[in-house]
């Protein structure tokens, strides 16, 4: 028997400024698409934007449903939008923010497990490293470059 451990790494920038150029243009498009959100239920804006390797930027925010679980997160708009639009082009970065109709949010959304599972499958067709960037209305920001560190132990597809 032994006991072992997974280490998670990742980078907290606490200023803009710090970041790569590109890096903070993904998330801006991530906080402009907070505008689009349908969050009558929980009225919590999630804006997400996914740069491809041919440059190209693609949104996504959540869209709610009073049927709840028909609703889809933010993450799974843009990155099932970005496969539709460029279906041959590797994903190379996801930032996802969220706004809150009742606070400010000063720490980094983080995603869900559905996402986090699908953001695998990308990761595995675009053949490099997904890197993640996570933010709240304001605050710091965590980027994690690759998903492995967000998802240990995923359910692998190969395995069927
Ligand atoms: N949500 C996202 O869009 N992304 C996440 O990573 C977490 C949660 C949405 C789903 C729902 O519309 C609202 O936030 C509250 O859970």
Redesign the pocket.
């Known amino acids: 028997m032994r006991t072992e451990q997974f280490v998670c790494p990742y980078t907290v920038y606490d200023r803009i400024d710090e970041m790569d150029f590109r890096d903070a243009e993904l998330l801006r498009h991530a906080h402009e698409a907070t505008d689009a959100?349908y969050?009558p239920?929980?009225q919590?804006?999630?804006g997400?934007a996914v740069r491809m390797a041919n440059g190209a930027v693609v949104t996504g925010?959540?869209?709610?449903n009073a049927a709840y679980p028909s609703?889809?997160?933010?993450?799974?708009?843009a990155l099932f939008a970005a496969q539709a639009k460029f279906p041959d082009v590797p994903v190379e970065a996801l930032a996802?923010v969220?706004h809150s109709e009742t606070k400010t949010l000063a720490e980094p959304?983080?995603?869900?497990g559905a996402?986090r599972q699908v953001m695998v499958e990308v990761e595995q067709r675009s053949k490099c490293r997904l890197r993640v960037l996570c933010q709240g209305e304001t605050g710091p920001v965590m980027a994690f470059d690759g998903i492995e560190s967000l998802m240990p132990f995923v359910f692998q597809g190969k395995l069927l």
């Open positions: 959100a969050a239920y929980s919590f804006h999630v997400a925010c959540n869209i709610e609703g889809l997160c933010a993450e799974r708009v996802v969220a959304v983080s995603p869900c996402c």
